[in-house]
């Protein structure tokens, strides 16, 4: 909705809890999570909005560029 919120950048871990350490993600829990984070986004703010978009998972191909022809008046 535009709201400033924290962001996570970079390279991150998702852990569980356990009483006094670490634990591992519940299956259940690793699904999420990898659903949630796979598809990196970009964050852009727009004056006081926060724009985000997904970064695509690989760049598009660029189609090749031709000059249209040119018709000199002589």
């Known amino acids: 909705n535009g709201e400033m ?3 996570v950048a970079g390279t991150f871990l998702v ?3 356990g009483e006094e350490d670490f634990a591992s993600l519940t299956p259940e829990l690793a699904q999420k999570y ?7 986004e970009a964050f852009l703010k727009l004056g006081n909005r926060l724009l985000v978009l997904p970064v695509p998972d690989e760049p598009p191909t660029e189609k ?3 000059k ?3 018709e000199y008046d002589r």
Do not use: K, N
């Not at 990898?34 to 990196?40: A, N």
């Open 5 to 7: 919120y924290d962001a």
């Open 15 to 17: 852990v569980g809890l």
């Open 34 to 40: 990898e659903q949630l984070f796979h598809q990196p």
């Open 64 to 66: 090749p560029r031709t």
């Open 68 to 70: 249209p022809p040119v």
